[in-house]
């Protein structure tokens, strides 16, 4: 009992001197940032390299606080300035930076993008670059993220060609492993633990890694049948609690559970479920409490599943204001470039633009006039028809989908021919329908910030059961596009996802954007079920109004297993 106690007031010593630690770092990490605001006010627009390495500092500091949108903004004025200076090794070095932001961000696209870019810069130097190892590592990370398990080996096999330093050799065979077990290729990830293991580097590697090897060692076992006894998941975890590894712990929590529930223990089970939502409600871990409260609902399904579905809708949505939150400041971040290009030009054009302003204001305000009031009454005319048009489609979505699944649901429970999970999978359909027509209906953001919110409504398709791959957005210069064009595209992608979540059950999308002349080409390729003919009718005839509506064309083709195509073309 004494030994006890004195083992619990070390403990207690030692959280207290981690907190304040952490508190001192925390307060640096301001102090410096404010130091360098200070010197940031001192230094000439002219001096870039100064200013870019400042800017760099601050995002570096702000990284470490967690502020990562702030860290974002600023790493992105290193990484311009750097372009504007021609150096391609440390543009490279930031935009790995931004690429990490994104990814942990969950915008797993943009991450893509900005990755691929510094690899496309790098150019054939790109194998004799340290940093090439980063981006394909962040590669790896994204495509595990969205559930594409064989891309992300791809990715980390190509950062284990080029990487020189054996223990981050072992950190990405580890990576693969982990990778495989998710394909269920049990045997390939033992052999590669195993190979781990026995390396004479073994010992030199991170407690993190090391913790997180020994644990998805003993579940591959666990997972490929073989007896493996409780104590192989204990070893792992001593170590992540003597690190304060949080989302390692969670980890443990719920290989135990599985453990548990394999061996028929479903006290056990629901025990280390519990325990693993309590800690990712304490340290705000939205995507880990999702996994804990389906993993609760499998093993107790009728006594918290009212509660926890609640739970997991807020959860859902509070992940999604995240996102908002952080594309606000991509958003803003572009906007304020586009402002200082534009300040830029109107300064030096001020001379010629004076002298041609009497001439300039005379036509125009003859013109406008004129235009005013065509346009005034066209307009009023088109806004009627579009108003009708857009209530009586949303009636007629909220009495096809909605009413109908409500109604279904009520009929269920008053023949009490149900189970509590049924009618959770009907009403978490009836929630999405929900706020599919609501997004339908929400305006759609244009101009110079248009492009960024088209990516998004991409983005947010793009799922572990099916991805969206697209093609070509940068090049067509989307930002540029008539407001009335940006809105008809917008709405046009946007029916086409809604319809391919709903009917074609693919697991690929592929979306092509080309120019040619004055012509904008577009084609949307899904694989999924297709059908045998196609009729125009209700989303198909609200796409084409649309696109005639622009003087565009469109054609739609489909085969019963082959998929549904969509291809337009539009002018500019």
């Not at 534009?342 to 305000?365: C, P, R, Y």
């Not at 009708?388 to 109604?407: V, W």
Request: with cysteine; charged share 25%.
């Amino acid at each position: 009992m004494k030994y006890a106690k004195v083992v619990l007031l070390s403990f207690s010593v030692i959280l207290c001197t981690n907190f304040y630690g952490q508190k001192q770092k925390k307060n640096n990490y301001y102090k410096e940032i404010e130091k360098i605001k200070k010197q940031l006010l001192e230094i000439e627009n002219e001096d870039k390299e100064s200013l870019q390495w400042f800017y760099h500092l601050l995002g570096y500091h702000y990284n470490k606080l967690k502020q990562q949108d702030s860290a974002y903004k600023y790493y992105s004025k290193s990484k311009d300035l750097l372009v504007e200076l021609d150096d391609t090794l440390r543009t490279v070095k930031r935009m790995f930076c931004l690429a990490k932001i994104e990814s942990n961000k969950e915008f797993f696209f943009k991450s893509d993008s900005t990755a691929l870019q510094a690899l496309r810069l790098l150019g054939n130097n790109k194998d004799q670059q340290k940093i090439t190892v980063s981006l394909y590592n962040t590669l790896g990370i994204n495509a595990n993220m969205q559930g594409n398990y064989q891309e992300a080996i791809n990715c980390y096999n190509k950062a284990l060609e080029i990487a020189k330093d054996s223990v981050n050799i072992i950190l990405y065979k580890s990576n693969i492993a982990y990778n495989l077990i998710n394909l269920k290729k049990y045997e390939e990830a033992n052999t590669i633990y195993k190979f781990i293991e026995k390396s004479s580097y073994n010992d030199s590697i991170t407690d993190y890694t090391k913790a997180r090897n020994l644990d998805n060692y003993a579940y591959s076992r666990l997972l490929n049948n073989e007896e493996v006894d409780e104590s192989a998941f204990f070893e792992g975890k001593k170590i992540k609690r003597k690190i304060n590894d949080i989302h390692g712990l969670v980890a443990n929590n719920l290989y135990l559970s599985e453990y548990y529930q394999k061996k028929g223990n479903i006290k056990k089970a629901q025990e280390q479920a519990n325990l693993m939502h309590d800690f990712t409600v304490k340290h705000n871990m939205t995507d880990s409490r999702i996994l804990a409260i389906d993993k609760i609902l499998s093993l107790e399904p009728i006594s918290r599943a009212r509660e926890l579905s609640i739970e997991r809708s807020k959860i859902l949505d509070s992940i999604q204001k995240r996102k908002n939150l952080f594309a606000t400041t991509i958003y803003n971040y572009k906007d304020e470039i586009n402002k200082r290009i534009i300040a830029e030009n109107n300064l030096s054009k001020a001379k010629l633009q004076k002298q041609q302003l009497t001439f300039v204001v005379f036509v125009s305000v003859f013109g406008f006039i004129a235009y005013f009031f065509y346009k005034k009454n066209k307009t009023k005319k088109e806004k009627i028809i579009e108003v009708y048009k857009t209530e009586t489609r949303l009636a007629k979505k909220i009495h096809d989908e909605l009413a109908n699944d409500i109604f279904l649901v009520m009929n269920r429970v008053q023949q009490n021919n149900h189970n509590d999970e049924t009618i959770l999978n009907y009403l978490e359909k009836i929630y999405f329908t929900t706020r599919n027509i609501s997004h339908e209906n929400s305006p759609v953001l244009t101009g110079k910030k248009f492009e960024m919110f088209f990516q998004q409504l991409l983005s947010e398709f793009s799922t572990n059961k099916c991805r969206i791959i697209s093609k070509g957005i940068n090049e067509i210069e989307l930002n540029k596009l008539p407001k009335e064009t940006q809105i008809v595209l917008y709405r046009v992608f946007q029916e086409l996802l809604i319809n391919m979540k709903k009917y074609s059950q693919a697991c690929l999308v592929v979306i092509n954007f080309w120019e040619d002349k004055d012509t904008i080409h577009a084609t949307f390729k899904d694989n999924g079920v297709g059908a045998a003919s196609i009729k125009i009718k209700n989303g198909l005839q609200n796409m084409e109004t649309r696109i005639k509506s622009i003087n565009g064309s469109i054609t739609f083709d489909s085969e019963v297993n082959r998929g549904f195509q969509v291809m337009f073309q539009i002018k500019k």
